[in-house]
């Protein structure tokens, strides 16, 4: 099939050729058309001379020619290099020499140079074929009529009335010739007609004059332009014209009439015309065929736009029939929709039936669409009175063509079209509609799949925004009405219901209600009473076109069910497991449709995962809940070991994820042998700080007797104190739960939790109630036990001290000169590490090294110790040991190691000139380091035997000279900051 471009280029050329019988116009006008769609780099065309000797050179495209005669036989090529055209000699594809031949006689030449290759030149060269075959006829008449013309005026004057002139003209004609006279009144009887021209058409010249002359042959619809072209010549102006006979066996052939008046000068007026008619019958059905495969593509492109951009079946098919039953079948046109349940086809409404009346199903396999739809193949019928399988639904069909419409291998519909007409249908129309019914069928499968997938958005957006609004929530009842609302908002509805289904009391209960459906809420329904409880009972959906008329429908109690409402029910469920049901109604007059009910069907699975999904969620909220309380006594545990405080938390934790109106705990006092209250939250009064109950006695005393939970209710009250019963009727109280607290065997008291209303706590609320009791017990077991361990601490730490002050005392006893500096130092040493930002817990451990840090002195004798004057250097060795030996004395006691950094180094120095290892500035520790400025400025302004004391400010000097060498720079800033503030 030649593409859209050539034909409409050929098309383009066909409407403005052959309209003049000016040779030398016609070739301009090839040319010219060469120019416009092809253009080539150069182009020559030659037509045949009147001797046949030579060629001519008619016209050109970018050639100065030096002459314009080409000898036949000569190369054209040769004859182009001598009009200074570069030609190469040996030619290449792109070089054409085309003969110009029409049935066999050589007309002309057209030598043109391409500018295309390869396959472009190819189709380029198939497209100048054809042209030039449009070109050959035309020129081929005009040269006979230009023959004729000059042979009639050569011989009018011997032969004007001879008949054998005429012949003579006939055997030049291939086509028709004839001649009429005209009267003085315009009017043409014909004189002479060719014989070919009889035997083409049947009729003779005394037939045609019979039947009421020339007009009687020419097709009706173009009798009109017929008698114009007469006219014209009639008034002495020759004239073209194309126009359509009617042969004498009904076969219409198309003619191009050229007629040229003879004017006789004596008379005045025209008196005969000659005429010679060419047979273009096999022309105009190419022009058609081409004028019919672009108006094929120019309508399978607009389909195509229609396919690509069309939303619905019913828009496209309108379309459809629209495009190509207008434009191509204007008889019986249409389509059947395959209809899979049926097993058969059903008549689309857009169908086009000219008379009879139309069949609305065929079953699969029956008639000709039956047997195209099941063999998925197209089929056309040249007569169907043939044709066994024909269904006849229009009486005047004589001829069909169907073609399957199809979705990959599988048959949707079938194309269908009939005609009054025998063997009207051709292989053009069979292959036009089997490309329509392909753009067809995958238009219909775009919009099946995008209907889908817009109603698969719509079911995920419906799933998502639902599945947003239960996120939202955590309670059932809340879920439920949310669910009802988007549920009733996704389907457009305004009535609806969901119903739960409570197996502790075997009934179904109305939990969220709107519209008319409100009017059944807090109703019970048994399973199998009603809509509701029968699609409980059987698990199957019900749908009931009016609810008020439905035997199964139940009167609400309140309010009234509307007339003409339908409803349709469906269960919700859970692994095959009926959990409740939804409920939705619409009126009449707006009816459930189909993708309703098949998206409620999805929301209903999803209201089941949902339900499952918060039931759950509910039930570990609650666990996750009652660890967190179980957490936060835990770490209350290990925040504190205040008894007090434990318990302070304890009851307000469990009162509020017990959500019970109040919580106490009462511990057991061994001296006593009772349960007094000792910590509780909730409580309105002060009744409960008075209640006491011995072992055995009351709710209470019988729990931890017994050693289990003991529940206590009204009905039980009876049994209680006065007093219990006092208190449990001033707080309100209609229950309460008491666990024993034991841990490793021993009775720590009882937890008890008090609650108002009649519902029973859940399973779980129990088991965590008793829970709590475990690390309760333990906490006040760990907690008791740890006020003992810290009061024996706090005992053993006071005699270590005591212990240490004892040594510290026996120093000063020895060594009366010294008394008080241990004192004064310690004092002096502390004021500067706080001042530094030391911890208090650190600062024991140097209040204890200062106060030990001559405790090496103790193995140092009395002759050196006491020595008035300056000690000799075998001394001084002795006495600088003793730091080594109040390490070697302190380190195996635990309890002092933090404090020997002071007793070890507090005689090295900054600079690394102390003992007993010559530490050096960070080397030697903090507490070192403090001590030692406190305890040279203790020292210079303290008398010693072998000096008087330094004043203040001599000390303070000494201090600041050695700042740096001696001390630490930085603890020297801190103690002189500290004297400062002292004044």
Known sequence: ??????????????????????????????????????????AALFLVDEGRQNLILMESLYLKPKERKLSL?????????????KVPRILGARHIALPIIYEGELLGLLLYVSRRRGRAGEEEQKMVNLAAGYFGPIARNIFRYLQVEALVEKRTAEFRL????HRYISELISDYAYAFLVSPEGKLKGEWLSESFVRAFGFTREEIDARGGWQSMVHPADLPTAILHAQKVTLGQPDVCEMRFITKQGEIRWLRDYARPVFDKNLGRVVRIFGAAQDITEKKKREEAL??????????????????????EESLIAEFMKLFGQTFYREDFGLYLMDEAAKGLRLHRY??????????????????IGQVAEEGKPKRVADVRQEKKYIAANPKTLSELAVPVK???????????????????????????????????????????????????AELEAINKISTALRQTEKTSEALSILLTEILAVLGLEAGAIYLYYPETEELRLVAGRGWLEAFEQEVIEPGEGIVGHVFST???????????????????????????????????????????????????????????????????????ALHRIRLFEETQRRLKYLHALRTIDLAISATTELKVILDILSEQVKTHLEAEAAAVFLFNPVLNQLEYAAGSGFRTHLKDSLRFHLGEGFLGQAVLERRLFVLTEAGLKEELSIFQHFWQEEGFS????????????IKGVLAVFRSGRSSPQKEWLEFLEALAGPTAVAIADSQLFEELQRANIELTVAYDATIEGWVKTLDLRDKETEGHTQRVTKMALQIARAMGIKEEQLVHIRRGAILHDIGKIAVPDQILFKPGPLDESEWAIMRQHPQIAYEMLFPIKFLRPALDIPYCHHERWDGSGYPRGLKKEEIPLAARIFAVADVYDALTSDRPYRRAWSEEEAIVFIKEQSGRLFDPEVVAVFLENLKKKG
């Open 539 to 609: 698990g199957q959906a019900y749908f009931t076109p009016n609810v008020s008329q439905d035997p199964l429908a139940l009167k609400p109690k309140k309010g009234s069910i509307p007339e003409n409402w339908q409803a349709f029910c469906l269960p919700i469920k859970v692994a095959e497991k009926t959990m409740g049901l939804i409920f939705v109604s619409a009126p009449a007059s707006r009816p459930l449709e189909k993708e309703q009910t098949k998206l409620l069907f999805s929301l209903a699975e999803i209201a089941g995962i």
């Open 73 to 85: 036989g000569y190369d054209p090529w040769e004859w182009l290099r001598k009009q200074g055209v």
């Open 735 to 746: 229950q309460a739960y008491a666990v024993p607290l034991i841990a490793k065997g021993e």
């Open 1 to 42: 099939m030649l593409k859209r471009v050539t034909l409409e280029a050929l098309h383009q050329l066909s409407l403005i050729l052959g309209n003049t019988l000016d040779l030398a116009h016609e070739c301009s006008v090839l040319i010219k058309w060469l120019n416009d769609f092809i253009q080539p780099k150069i």
């Open 351 to 368: 169908y086009r039936q000219s008379s009879g009346l139309a069949i609305d199903f065929i079953p699969l396999g029956e008639g000709i």
């Open 291 to 312: 004028e019919r495969q672009l108006k094929e593509l120019a309508t399978l492109q607009t389909f195509g736009n229609v396919c690509a951009t069309a939303s619905d």
């Open 162 to 165: 001879s008949e054998e002139r």
């Open 407 to 457: 979705r990959g291998n599988k048959v949707i519909a079938v194309i269908n079209t009939e005609s009054a007409y025998p063997n009207y249908f051709t292989e053009d129309d069979e292959r036009l509609l089997v490309t329509v019914a392909s753009q067809l069928g995958t238009a219909l499968e775009k919009i099946r799949l995008e209907r889908e997938t817009r109603q698969r958005l």
